[in-house]
């Protein structure tokens, strides 16, 4: 009888902790000269951190979700710069273009070279700058995952640049640095921490390493999530979603994800929405249609049985059904005050390209079964 076999992946070293950001500064003078420093819109907010680095750095700013373009941009800006070290101080979609930028100065190539799905695809071969990723929400967990991920507008998608060489050489996680963030964007990258908890447990690529890593992510979030929303000063609770957004990250990166990022890649890149908006909405319905298409397997017990446990653990219930489970995902959506897809705009677009692509996404190979179709039609029908 043969036991598991698997592998694991993730960056190269973690540093988790309220007040570890200080040590930023340190970490990039012993990994590079002259910093290119990514950050959102408005760097000013973490200036005395940035200030510390070692000079001269240069600080890119990132005004929203990063297109194929912003990568092009910003790779120049950085061989400008002479840039001997990436630094990524922001939310997912500054890490992600941190994450571009070093695979792409440390392979002098374009992201259509790499990207999925609509470019060549071709391997990134060589290792990438010396990267240093500094999350400030708690969301999508890029501090530890293999892709970067583009808007591509022409094409209406959103995919991903991914090898192991984007890996960061350092993930630097401060709770305190997500004390700052709103409400709705506390909610959106609370929503999108907990289905990368939830997706990589019932996926088929599952494994030991990734189940405990899931199990810990939901039950920090169950208890932790409205929380945190609810009084965004709370240090337990944002400690806790960021260790939900560090743990989903290292098990997305393992063991894939699943239909709600299936879609939501596709969503976000037809209308402005944003990512854990999108998942949020998604989450129910694909919960629902993936154990409804389960039910009808009657091999598919275990996978049922991982939808339960996941309701346990984010309901804190030991009594606790998968019906349980859905209907705490759908207050807690409804209690933080997330909207349907078709409040941003995606009431004009054409379902059935939108099912297409979801269909054909990387992620949709992650989930627990195949869905037809009409289940997928459905799905989407829910979302909106």
Avoid at 168 to 186: I, Q, S
């Amino acid at each position: 009888m043969s036991g598991p076999s698997f592998g694991f992946a993730t960056a190269t070293g973690v540093l988790f902790g309220a007040g570890r950001a200080a040590e930023l500064p340190e970490i990039a003078a012993g990994l590079g000269a002259r910093p290119f420093v990514c950050t959102g819109a408005r760097p000013e907010r973490h200036a005395d951190l940035i200030d510390r680095l070692p000079t001269p750095y240069e600080i890119y700013p990132v005004t929203g979700e990063p297109t194929v373009d912003d990568a092009r941009a910003a790779v120049a800006a950085a061989r400008a710069h002479d840039a001997g070290v990436v630094v990524a101080v922001g939310g997912g979609s500054v890490l992600d273009l941190g994450k571009a930028v070093a695979g792409l100065l440390g392979n002098g190539t374009d992201p259509l070279d790499h990207l999925e799905i609509v470019g060549r695809g071709r391997p990134i071969t060589r290792p990438s700058v010396p990267f240093v990723a500094v999350p400030t929400t708690a969301g999508t967990g890029a501090e530890v995952t293999a892709n970067a991920v583009l808007a591509v507008p022409e094409a209406g998608l959103k995919a991903s640049l991914r090898s192991p060489n984007l890996l960061p050489r350092v993930a630097l996680v401060d709770p305190l640095l997500t004390l700052g963030c709103p409400p709705e964007v506390t909610a959106a990258g609370g929503l999108d921490a907990l289905t990368q908890c939830l997706e990589p447990f019932v996926s088929p690529q599952a494994n030991p390493v990734t189940d405990g890593l899931a199990r810990e992510g939901l039950r920090r979030a169950g208890r932790a999530l409205r929380r945190a929303y609810a009084d965004g000063s709370d240090v337990d609770a944002r400690t806790d979603m960021s260790l939900c957004a560090l743990l989903g990250g290292m098990a997305l990166a393992n063991a894939k994800l699943g239909a709600v990022h299936g879609f939501a890649g596709v969503v976000g890149g037809m209308v402005a929405i944003p990512h854990g908006v999108a998942c949020a909405a998604l989450l129910a319905p694909v919960v629902e249609a993936n154990v409804r298409a389960l039910r009808a397997h009657p091999d598919a017990g275990p996978v049922l049985d991982r939808f339960a446990e996941a309701a346990r653990l984010l309901t804190g219930r030991p009594e606790a059904t998968v019906e349980d489970g859905v209907s705490w995902l759908r207050e807690t959506v409804a209690r933080l005050g997330v909207r349907g897809l078709d409040a941003y705009g995606l009431a004009g677009q054409k379902s059935d390209e939108i099912v297409a692509k979801a269909a054909g996404s990387s992620s949709m190979r992650g989930n627990p079964v195949t869905l037809s179709p009409a289940e997928l039609h459905a799905i989407l029908a829910a979302a909106r």
